[in-house]
């Protein structure tokens, strides 16, 4: 099935640092949705998009739909250590199946 | 409701072995999904439904697995002549109206 392009893979950053990571992909999407994951569970919703160009902000998190409706990006400011996990991004075209990324693996070093 | 729920959370069989795994969603929830997650990759979609109607299947779907949603309330997922292959986290997520997915913390299969 597709997957989506996230970037970086992995982070390693200072606590207190800010994060950014993208999402890409060849198709148009209509909804973005962020998720975190810990080792060994599901998938969290952290943050929907529904809407190009929209902007939404979930605490120290801010996800934003691109204009092109084919990228989004999700930022973390002042990290701290209970962000470590692996963050995807899932891009949906119609009321059916979602396609994820390959996720940004992120350690916050304190 | 807390959520969704999965059973079991873990599952290890051997190889030809059948598996089943259940997947009750949140209550007011239509749609129900299935995803396989294999290590350091997102998961892949299996199926979904929507109420007790399969409305869709990916090719990675083999003749192998089958799922069902009797009721439109919970749904199982079988594994039928379980290979190496099949190793990896079985992911429900439940929806109302197919946009935001909420999921359950998976069933991690091992198959040796």
């Known amino acids: 099935g597709q997957q989506l392009n996230q970037s970086p893979q992995s982070m390693f950053i200072q606590e207190g640092e800010d994060v950014s990571m993208n999402c890409t992909s060849s198709?148009?999407?209509?909804?973005w949705l962020w998720y975190k994951q810990d080792p060994g569970e599901g998938p969290v919703l952290l943050i929907a998009?529904?809407?190009?160009?929209e902007l939404t902000s979930n605490g120290r998190l801010t996800a934003q739909f691109g204009i092109t409706r084919k990228d989004s990006f999700l930022n973390i400011s002042a990290s701290i250590p209970s962000d470590v996990g692996i963050y995807f991004c899932?891009?949906?075209?119609?009321?059916?199946?979602?396609?994820f990324g390959t996720g940004t693996s992120l350690t916050v070093i304190p | 409701d807390t959520g969704v729920s999965q059973d079991p959370r873990h599952k290890i069989t051997k190889r030809g072995q059948n598996v089943t795994f259940r997947c009750d969603p949140i209550s007011e929830h239509n749609r129900l999904y299935w995803y396989r997650q294999t290590l350091g990759q997102g998961p892949e979609f299996l199926t979904y439904?929507?109420?007790?109607?399969?409305?869709?299947k990916s090719r990675l779907l083999s003749d192998r697995f089958s799922a069902e949603r009797p009721k439109g309330s919970f749904s199982t997922l079988e594994i039928q002549r379980t290979e190496q292959g099949d190793s990896a986290m079985y992911l429900c997520a439940s929806s109302f109206g197919g946009e935001t997915q909420y999921f359950g913390p998976g069933t991690r299969l091992l198959v040796l």
């Open positions: 439904f929507q109420n007790e109607a399969q409305l869709e």
């Open positions: 899932a891009g949906q075209w119609t009321g059916n199946q979602f396609y």
């Open positions: 198709s148009i999407f209509n909804t």
């Open positions: 998009l529904y809407k190009a160009g």
